[in-house]
DNA sequence: TCTACTCACGAACAATTGATCAGTCAAGGG
DNA sequence: CCCTTGACTGATCAATTGTTCGTGAGTAGA
């Protein structure tokens, strides 16, 4: 057996001693034949390699408050919503990736076949990042959007490849930029018969996880470059507040018709009203972002924080 | 709000914090606006009252392989074997309980009205004990066992109430001893119309999750008071190893013909074939009764632990 | 064979967590 | 109005956990 395998299993059963038993690193050590330290080390190992899954079984009922009201207000099948951690470094960003990650996993551990859909951006790739291994041969990933930079590169949030090679399925990623550079640029890309042919496999998607970009200096479209500055202006000018996979959204939620948008590269909103599409964001700052998104009505599911949630509840009057 | 319910919440909150976000207590007093004594006990509340549910998630491999001989060897649907812990002072029931829990859970979920049927012993009700809190009134446990010892005290170790409280599901008990006192006395428990009743929802079960209980000294059936001494001896002198629901078992799996078995009220184990019988059983000293039972082919799924697992295998010769 | 390098180990120390206990405050009763 | 009771609080200390760093074993290349 590979020896990193052997690692990994002492690993799991210190941290069963430890979390499930209840006992102590001296104990374990002693169990385990090895030093104080080195038990220290096994359990690190484990939660770095997400062996480790909390769960923590209680409706936080100001939680399940704001969550309630999102769904009933804008007509969702199920809103999670996380408690926001204001001092956390890492903006939140992964405690909407661990609720996720449940979410996910629910409809990863179907035994029949399943084609799922996958957005961009960090949130998407964290709540992948948080799945764990699992033999998954039948099931299909495809990238809804673009994962190719303005400059050639491959976009370092793409979570087809990462969910792939976790759960060993097949893959389909759009090799395309996201905007394209000019109107007859987008018109070749869609017709290439490789991108046709990802693009048919995204249409039978039956669920599709995608973050929710807000429009300001600090957009992931932008900060990936993805879209140079004078795009951000003219999205800025017309009023855009989110994107959903590369269409600017604006406060109602319709997508604004503007040079930008005849060049986006992703299926269009609109065809993909069959599947059920998951938005997962959080953050105050992604609030008029996620509140357009709703409005506009393309969500099915939405994981957020308590923040972002607040922020929608607060400025969303009924419609 | 009820004050008891607004300290869950926020201990919740807290387990949270210090679970996934990885917090220390210091940052998360802060937070709460509490002392870091008072995150303490915020903490020590959440996994008293289980609201933290910690999943290893690693096929360690050791039992990975046990389980699956197990399972090949005695054609069942599916093995769990947890890792055992040679100086847990409460004898590893524990851990078959947190796996067996997980299983259970996975029933439980379903939104379908689901009838199940449990057993009793520590085991079987350590196992209803880590089970969350979830409302399920759509479902129905029924007891296989009479719950009655012979001083007519009811069973310590009911795995029914237990779950149906939790659950909010429908109850069925069984009101009547294990074995009866005579021949006629079972006779007259089996004519009453309220045990035929229940008997009904137990013979309409899916899946029963079950104990299974050595024959010797400790054996719980004894223990307990469901027999008495001199029947003990008798099962003992007719070579019984092992029992379910009360019938004894030879070590080849056969229901033992004596004087006990025709005064035990439960199920007849052949009526039971249609449903899925799970047994949660660990430890060495079990090892015997587990391997009977197998051999008997009375089970469909085992839960048990490295311990037992060892024994059964290097006890089982193929046959 | 020697040398340089890597890697894992465990000693020692720092940080965090868990437990105890005396003091305080609020509610209820005399 | 004062006293009792009981629950909660936070200071303090002990236990446990996390981290750092020097050491030595093993290994590949000169």
Redesign the interface.
């Known amino acids: ?1 590979d020896k990193f ?1 052997v690692k ?2 002492q ?3 210190a ?3 430890s ?3 209840g ?1 102590t690193q001296d ?1 374990i050590a002693a ?1 385990l034949g090895v030093s104080r330290p080195g038990v220290q080390r096994l359990l690190a190992l ?1 939660r770095q390699e ?9 409706p ?3 939680c399940m408050t704001l969550g309630q009201a999102l769904r009933d207000q804008f007509d969702l099948e199920f809103c999670d919503v ?2 926001v ?4 470094e890492h903006n939140s960003a ?2 909407v990736a ?1 609720a996720g990650c449940d979410r996910l996993t629910r409809y990863l551990e179907r035994t029949e076949p399943l084609t799922l859909s996958l957005g961009s951006g960090r949130t998407v790739r964290a709540t992948v990042e948080a799945v ?2 699992m033999d998954r041969p039948q099931h299909r990933f495809v990238s809804l959007v673009g994962n190719v930079a303005r400059d050639g590169s491959s976009n370092r949030y793409d979570g087809v490849t990462a969910l792939a090679d976790k759960t060993a399925s097949g893959r389909f990623l759009l090799p395309a930029p996201v905007v394209a550079g000019s109107v007859e640029e987008r018109e070749a890309l869609l017709n290439q018969r490789l991108f046709q042919a990802i693009a048919s496999v995204a249409a039978e998607a039956e669920v599709g996880f995608i973050g929710v970009g807000p429009i300001n200096r600090q957009a992931t479209l932008f900060q990936d470059d993805f879209i140079n500055e004078s795009e951000l202006d003219e999205l800025l000018s017309c009023r855009a507040v989110g994107e959903l996979l590369g269409w600017p959204l604006d406060a109602q939620g319709r997508i604004i018709d503007c040079s930008v948008t005849r060049r986006v590269t992703s299926p269009a909103l609109e065809s993909l009203a069959p599947q059920r599409l998951v938005a997962l964001a959080g953050g105050t700052d992604k609030g008029p972002a996620i509140l357009s998104a709703l409005r506009g009505g393309w969500l099915k599911g939405l994981i957020t924080d308590e923040a972002a949630a607040r922020y929608v509840l607060d400025n969303a009057v009924r419609r």
Request: charged share 25%; hydrophobic share 40%; net charge negative.
């Open positions: 057996m395998e990994l299993d690993a799991a059963r941290a069963w001693l979390y499930v038993g006992r104990e169990q484990a997400g062996l480790i899954k909390v769960h923590i079984d209680h936080i009922s100001n996380v408690p951690d204001p001092d956390a992964h405690y661990v764990s291994r």
